[in-house]
């Protein structure tokens, strides 16, 4: 068996358009060890959540495969929680049931109905819902359905965690309180994540490696950049941090580089991003001089 936890090992996918054939990935390669931290960032549209729903076995690979402990992945399984993009939740069930769903099928038989309950609203507070645990999904806002969608992942313990894009919808503090407990919860748990985000700072701040893909179709991994900030990180301290201002700036240009080939309104947003960031990490640089 191989040292590595999950091999992503040279995927490509091709997906059938009124136009014929459409490769989204090409060749797509990477190895992950158990507990590492990894972050999907490239422009919208790249196939980043193509990659995510591969290695969770809601897609298939036209070549290549996805390996998890020795084994080929080829359908979804509870040890592969995935925090969807758009949230996911089943609109007749409460938060709470939502939740109850995916710890029945993890841990019946391991757990007690007591025990089952509060772990439910443990992983509900962890996300700040005690308050809205009996309410449907259409009775919640975006952001609290997205956060019962962590909580249903995280409580199913998953040796794999596979979230896509899942704190943007949140607002800023949240975000950064949601991080933080991620940052806590992965320490402990040990679970290897894959992350999707367009959030550099959040990318930095959490990664252990920062995928970057290049831009579709065919995309494939860019760059790859290994974050080796020690933990535990602290945001605060880390703001003016001259070598984590230097993995940002690095993300940055390599998101500016790619997207001088997509369109131009995209393209001036990304300028003023950057302008943003120089200026940040000017202040930064100064402090720390
Ligand atoms: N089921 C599908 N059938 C046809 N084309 C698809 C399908 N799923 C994705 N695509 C195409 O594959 C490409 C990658 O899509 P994907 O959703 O993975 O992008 P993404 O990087 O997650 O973008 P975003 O950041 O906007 O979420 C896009 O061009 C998309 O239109
Ligand atoms: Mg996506």
Not at 25 to 40: A, H, M, T, W
Not at 168 to 182: C, E, M, V
Request: aromatic fraction near 4%.
């Amino acid at each position: 068996m191989s040292a590595e936890h999950l091999i992503i090992d040279h995927i490509s996918i091709e997906f059938d358009s009124p136009k014929g054939k459409f490769k989204a990935l090409d060749n797509v390669n990477l190895k992950i060890r158990r507990g590492e931290f990894v972050s999907l960032i490239g422009h919208s549209g790249c196939g980043k959540s193509t990659v995510l729903n591969i290695v969770a076995g809601l897609l298939q690979s036209t070549e290549g495969g996805v390996v998890l402990e020795g084994k080929e992945v080829n359908e979804p399984g509870p040890e592969r929680a995935v925090v969807f993009q758009n949230h996911s939740l089943l609109p007749w069930l409460t938060a709470y049931e939502n939740v109850e769903l995916a710890v029945k099928q993890v841990f019946k038989g391991r757990k007690s109905r007591k025990e089952m309950r509060e772990w439910i609203e443990h992983n509900l507070r962890l996300v700040h819902m005690e308050h809205a645990m009996y309410k449907k999904p259409s009775e919640i806002s975006g952001g609290m359905k997205q956060r019962v969608g962590i909580a249903r992942a995280l409580a199913m313990e998953p040796t794999v965690l596979l979230m896509d894009e899942p704190f943007g919808a949140l607002d800023a503090l949240t975000r950064s309180h949601l991080q933080d407990s991620l940052m806590e919860i992965q320490r402990d748990l040990k679970n290897t994540v894959i992350m999707i985000t367009h959030d550099v700072d959040e990318a930095v701040l959490l990664s252990d490696r920062i995928v970057m893909m290049t831009n579709g179709p065919a995309a494939t991994i860019g760059e790859v950049l290994d974050v080796d900030l020690p933990r535990p990180r602290y945001r605060l301290e880390l703001a003016d941090d001259v070598h984590y201002n230097h993995l940002r700036a690095e993300v940055l240009r390599f998101l500016h580089e790619r997207h001088s080939k997509t369109d131009v309104q995209s393209n001036s947003e990304v300028k003023q991003a950057a302008k943003t960031e120089e200026k940040k990490g000017a202040g930064a640089d100064r402090k720390a001089a």
